[in-house]
């Protein structure tokens, strides 16, 4: 069953007016960002969205990356506990102001800089004449850009499966663009909010998680199609462009940034990344089978107050490893059994200190199913 604890009083007027402004909003400026052909004559100017010559990818970069850098600064120089539900809070953990630090260094440095203000300041016609082009929709969290590209196959089957034995997903909330997006909003009053009121949790919702595989598997085919087209060994341009529109259109525009983004409020801040995101999926089977060895284990002084599961943006029932009829018991749980990113939310949210990302060691701890 699909369980979320919402009820009709849960949002304030001017959040449904939020709502009913940011749903279409989100979608119409998506529609303009990745299809701009769709809504122009044949043959009409690319540049007609263009705002002071910049195209709509500038322009959502900078908004994105704005709003993401000021909750970060706003969260380092806050030093708060963002996850504590009272309104007296905790200094911010080191733990919290080191992930902090990754994602407004990564989004600003990374995501920003780098591939939107180094080339269009030596761009020709200068850095207020973007030239006239599509959005790309080969971002590297769908895995098959890694068949097309020697640097990026490095960086996702080598360098990313290292990392996750050695930090679990983290790369998830300390890193990656989409996830910098989710970790921002989700210590925002009204995010916090949506995690934990509107995230799907229960069994059903657990099991949707199939979904995820199932796109992983079609990027992998595409990936492998790719391939075998680039060697010439099996050619096949009509289902290649099938695949591609597919991608484009579900995965990418529908999935990846209408619902990836536009549901935060109806959805909690990380529906893609739980159910679409195949990067995700492949992190979580690399963990599962290398025994990544990070873990969250609770300790014996869980009370079973249950605020560590409503925190959960990845809507992983964590009580169920601290506590059994509110007596403690001590379960860790890693990329095994759960989809966690290692957000930390759970550890700072808790009140009594009950959990904590420890390593695990073989014969240390139970690591059992979440079942
Ligand atoms: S799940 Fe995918 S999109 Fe989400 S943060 Fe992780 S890599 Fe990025
Ligand atoms: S671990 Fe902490 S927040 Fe979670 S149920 Fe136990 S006491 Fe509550
Ligand atoms: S279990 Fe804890 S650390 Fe893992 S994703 Fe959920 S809140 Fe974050």
Same mark, same amino acid.
């Given at each position: ?5 919402h009820?009709?009083s849960?949002r304030?007027r001017i959040e449904w007016?939020?709502l ?8 119409l400026?998506y ?21 002071f010559?910049?195209?709509?990818g500038?322009?959502y970069?900078t908004?994105y990356?704005g709003?993401?850098?000021a909750v970060?600064?706003?969260?380092l ?7 504590? +539900?009272?309104k007296?809070?905790?200094? $911010?953990?080191?733990?919290? +102001?080191?992930? *902090? ?5 990564? &989004? ?9 203000? $180094?080339p ?5 016609g200068?850095?207020w004449?973007d030239p ?5 929709? #080969?971002?590297?969290?769908y ?5 097309q590209?020697a640097g990026?196959a490095?960086?996702l089957f080598v360098?990313i ?6 930090f ?5 909330s300390w890193?990656?663009?989409c996830?910098n997006?989710?970790e921002?909003?989700g210590?925002l ?6 995690v934990?009121?509107?995230?799907p949790?229960g069994?059903?919702?657990k099991k949707?998680?199939v979904?995820q595989t199932v796109?992983? $598997?079609?990027a992998?085919?595409y ?15 009509s289902?290649l462009?099938?695949? &591609?529109?597919i991608?484009d259109?579900l995965?990418?525009?529908? *999935?990846g940034?209408v619902v990836?983004?536009g549901?935060?409020p109806?959805l909690?801040?990380?529906i893609w990344?739980r159910?679409?995101?195949?990067l ?5 089977l690399?963990?599962?089978?290398t025994?990544? +060895?990070y873990a969250?284990?609770?300790?014996d002084k ?6 560590c ?8 029932d964590v009580?169920s490893f ?7 018991i001590?379960? #860790? ?5 759960t989809?966690?990113i290692?957000?930390g939310?759970?550890i700072?949210v808790?009140?009594?200190d009950?959990?904590?990302? +420890?390593e695990i ?7 059992v199913s979440?079942e």
């Amino acid at each position: 069953m699909i369980t979320t604890t919402h009820t009709t009083s849960s949002r304030s007027r001017i959040e449904w007016l939020f709502l009913g402004l940011f749903l279409p909003t989100t979608f119409l400026f998506y529609l303009v960002y990745k299809y701009p052909q769709w809504l122009l004559p044949e043959h009409g100017d690319l540049r007609t969205f263009y705002l002071f010559g910049k195209s709509p990818g500038f322009w959502y970069a900078t908004l994105y990356t704005g709003l993401v850098a000021a909750v970060c600064v706003w969260v380092l120089i806050g030093n708060k506990n963002r996850y504590q +539900r009272s309104k007296k809070k905790d200094p $911010l953990t080191p733990y919290q +102001r080191a992930k *902090f630090l990754s994602i407004l260094l990564a &989004q600003t440095v990374g995501f920003y800089i780098v591939p939107f203000i $180094l080339p269009a300041l030596s761009q020709e016609g200068g850095f207020w004449n973007d030239p006239p082009k599509v959005a790309t929709k #080969a971002a590297h969290v769908y895995v098959y850009p890694a068949f097309q590209s020697a640097g990026l196959a490095v960086y996702l089957f080598v360098v990313i499966p290292v990392a996750v034995w050695f930090f679990g997903k983290r790369y998830c909330s300390w890193f990656c663009s989409c996830g910098n997006l989710a970790e921002a909003v989700g210590v925002l009053p009204w995010g916090a909010k949506w995690v934990r009121l509107y995230t799907p949790r229960g069994t059903t919702a657990k099991k949707l998680e199939v979904l995820q595989t199932v796109i992983l $598997l079609f990027a992998l085919f595409y990936g492998a199609m790719l391939l075998l087209d680039g060697v010439r060994l099996f050619t096949a341009p009509s289902l290649l462009q099938s695949l &591609q529109a597919i991608q484009d259109l579900l995965i990418d525009f529908l *999935f990846g940034a209408v619902v990836g983004v536009g549901a935060y409020p109806l959805l909690g801040t990380r529906i893609w990344c739980r159910y679409g995101c195949p990067l995700a999926k492949g992190m979580q089977l690399v963990g599962k089978f290398t025994r990544s +060895r990070y873990a969250v284990v609770p300790n014996d002084k869980c009370r079973g107050l249950g605020l560590c599961t409503q925190v959960c943006p990845m809507g992983i029932d964590v009580a169920s490893f601290a506590h059994k009829d509110k007596k403690p018991i001590q379960i #860790a749980f890693g990329l095994d059994t759960t989809p966690c990113i290692g957000c930390g939310g759970c550890i700072d949210v808790c009140p009594v200190d009950a959990l904590s990302f +420890r390593e695990i060691r073989p014969g240390t701890l139970a690591v059992v199913s979440s079942e």
